[in-house]
């Protein structure tokens, strides 16, 4: 069973950053797609970023050029470097870790963004 435990979120006013870490029980970069999602108050959770076995990225269009997401292989590490943030980026973050049928989730991160 693959733990996922997410860290670095906090409270941080418009515009500032935060960085965000997913350490993994495991070495599974090699085959897992790791993703960031989050969880809005009041919303269903949505995809933020991912990041395949092979380096390839993808972000949803509202945070586009604003967060990175990258991995550290040789700490089993996951980050999500975020930029710019806006109230709207307030949310529970969560990391995941998908192959095949395996799905694994952390615990989530609360980011509060003020304006």
């Known amino acids: 069973q693959v733990q996922l435990v997410e860290s670095g979120g906090g409270l941080v006013q418009a515009g500032g950053s935060l960085r965000l870490s997913c350490a993994a029980s495991?070495?599974?970069?090699?085959?897992?797609?790791m993703g960031w999602y989050r969880q809005p108050p009041g919303k269903q959770r949505e995809l933020v970023a991912t990041?395949?076995?092979?380096?390839?990225?993808n972000y949803d269009d509202s945070v586009k050029g604003r967060f990175a997401i990258s991995r550290d292989r040789a700490k089993n590490t996951v980050y999500l470097q975020m930029n710019s943030l806006k109230p709207e980026d307030t949310a529970v973050y969560y990391c995941?870790?998908?192959?095949?049928?395996?799905?694994?989730w952390g615990q989530g991160t609360q980011v509060t963004v003020s304006s």
């Open positions: 990041i395949t076995s092979r380096g390839s990225t």
């Open positions: 995941s870790a998908k192959y095949t049928n395996f799905d694994y």
């Open positions: 495991e070495r599974i970069f090699s085959l897992y797609v």
